[in-house]
């Protein structure tokens, strides 16, 4: 079964750092870019970061950009999500996703990407 | 940044219903985008990418259509396990942003 754990959450106080760990299982990690979506309580879910396959290449949210890094070992098929700098606007859940993508045949370019499978999240709450 | 307009933020339904759900792009995106099921306390759950395709295992009263900047979810006829939150996505560049999801409830 394809799937990814994530574990590291928890309570903080405002300014300090917490690390989040996402272990996959069941394919192929290193052929896949990952990515970390969250969800403050109660409202819609918000994209955070991603990683290439390889790690060399990172992308991040305007808001987080400078406080969280994205980084992955696919000696160990896992992804980490380091943040500091937390502020109460990033209380949350944080999902771990897969980023599927599927590829036109002739020119490579990606015509569709999605997240699958997902995390069951790990809640950060950052309160003094 | 590509900003998606989900409509309406909640709707009212019976079961045996036909439900659907819009999403606007502010720009072109052409085919990449993904419609998401949530359950409360769950986490999300792939229903349909590309536009139109049903992700293995999602029942076929799902389906969705459109390309460009205007897409739809609809749910064919409404059981009682589909009340329950629906997102779009896109994949087409990044940031990924999401809309800001319909709550389906029971009427």
């Known amino acids: ?128 | 940044d590509i900003q998606l307009t989900q409509s309406p933020s909640s709707l009212s339904a019976s079961v045996g219903e036909r439900v659907i759900i819009s999403c606007r792009a502010s720009q072109n995106i052409s085919s990449n985008l993904n419609w998401y099921q949530q359950k409360p306390g769950r986490a999300p759950r792939i229903l349909i990418y590309g536009v139109s395709t049903l992700q293995s295992g999602v029942p076929y009263r799902f389906s969705g259509s459109g390309s460009g900047t205007d897409f739809t979810l609809t749910i064919k006829s409404l059981q009682p396990e589909d009340f329950q939150t629906y997102y779009c996505q896109q994949g087409y560049s990044t940031p990924r942003t999401f809309g800001r999801g319909t709550k389906v409830e029971i009427k």
């Open chain 1, 1 to 128: 079964e394809e799937q990814v754990v994530e574990s590291g959450g928890g309570l903080v106080q405002p300014g300090g750092s917490l690390r989040l760990s996402c272990a996959a299982s069941g394919f192929t990690f290193n052929n896949y870019w990952m990515s970390w979506v969250r969800q403050a309580p109660g409202k819609g879910l918000e994209w955070v970061a991603h990683i290439k396959e390889d790690g060399n290449e990172k992308n991040y949210i305007d808001s987080v950009k400078g406080r969280f890094t994205i980084s992955r070992d696919n000696t160990r098929n896992i992804v980490l999500l380091q943040m500091t700098g937390l502020s109460v606007d990033d209380t949350g859940v944080y999902f771990c996703a897969r980023e599927r993508v599927l590829r036109d045949f002739w020119s490579g370019d990606v015509r569709y990407s999605w997240f699958d499978p997902w995390g069951q999240g790990t809640l950060v709450t950052v309160s003094s």
